[in-house]
């Protein structure tokens, strides 16, 4: 959780691209200790938010602001404070896992004596030992993305940047990264990350900022947007557009999202809800699922889109 001052300040911030707006007056702060994700469908300016941050990527308009630094005029100070995991491993693919990691390490400043210890806190760390020795190229994806985590701590970074950390790796996998991501945010390392995977944030982030079109369309932790953005239950069901006025015509229209065939319903009682949809329903077959609601209803409530949706 949040222990001190601000790491990240984001002030207005903009970028084009163009003459596309993919950032828009964006403004953001992630506190020292918290691990903030930003959420949102393809193209919503998560990854060119990230970039701008750390200092790779110019702002139109606004300041970015980290470690209390404007990027703009000190990004190398500032880059030598950052791990970042891009979305596409940055490793060379004909040498081993070592020599890459030596390879970052050099490029960190760090001793050699220092690299080596660091290198073998990491194998172990992150289940690297099979893998060490082996040509990039050789390696599984889920040891790839594994490794590319390593290279992003080697300087045992104050701000750990994630851009989809996990995106295609097995269920496994991805829970394993989840553990070792836990275990840095619970030392109170700070942490920004972009993800896919609803559970993911759920699961990691202090704080959630959901976007949309390069907006900010809502934030806060996940219980907080759960509690404003939905009802108590869900209830979801196949049915057409006919069945869904007839059944649901004297129901709030801002209670009811469909996706695709699927219908969900936000309700405070799913009993009750069930029971009245049932005296309606010729169907009498149809399957009702009652469950929580959660956060990747909040976001469908705020975009109107899935979160792997293109936007």
């Not at 999202?257 to 005296?279: M, N, P, T, W, Y």
Request: aromatic fraction near 4%.
């Amino acid at each position: 959780m949040p222990v001190g001052r601000s790491v990240v300040e984001m002030h207005s911030v903009s970028k084009v691209f163009g003459g596309r707006l993919a950032v828009d007056q964006l403004g953001l702060q992630v506190q020292r200790g918290e691990c903030v994700g930003l959420l949102g469908p393809n193209g919503a300016g998560k990854t060119t938010s990230l970039r701008m941050i750390y200092g790779v990527t110019r702002p139109t308009a606004g300041s970015v602001r980290v470690f209390d630094t404007d990027v703009l005029e000190h990004p190398r100070e500032i880059r030598r404070r950052l791990g970042v995991t891009l979305q596409e491993n940055a490793v060379v693919e004909e040498i081993s896992a070592r020599d890459n990691l030596r390879i970052f390490a050099r490029c960190h400043g760090l001793r050699r004596y220092e690299a080596e210890a660091k290198i073998e806190t990491l194998t172990d760390w992150l289940q690297l030992r099979a893998s060490i020795e082996l040509p990039v190229r050789a390696l599984s994806g889920g040891a790839q993305r594994r490794l590319a985590i390593a290279l992003s701590l080697l300087n045992d970074p104050e701000l750990w940047i994630l851009d989809e950390p996990t995106t295609g790796l097995d269920p496994a996998v991805r829970r394993n990264l989840w553990a070792r991501i836990r275990e840095l945010r619970d030392g109170g390392r700070t942490i920004i990350l972009t993800t896919h995977y609803i559970e993911e944030a759920q699961r990691l982030c202090d704080r959630v900022v959901i976007m949309r079109n390069g907006r900010a369309v809502c934030s806060g932790t996940p219980r907080e947007l759960i509690a404003t953005h939905t009802a108590r239950e869900a209830l979801e069901l196949d049915c057409t557009p006919e069945d869904e006025e007839r059944i649901f015509h004297d129901w709030p229209s801002e209670s009811r999202l469909r996706a695709g065939s699927q219908l969900i319903v936000f309700v405070e009682d799913s009993a009750a809800a069930i029971a009245r949809v049932r005296e309606r329903d010729k169907v009498v077959e149809r399957e009702l699922i009652s469950r929580p609601t959660n956060l990747e209803d909040v976001f469908l409530a705020v975009t109107g889109t899935h979160l792997e949706d293109g936007a």
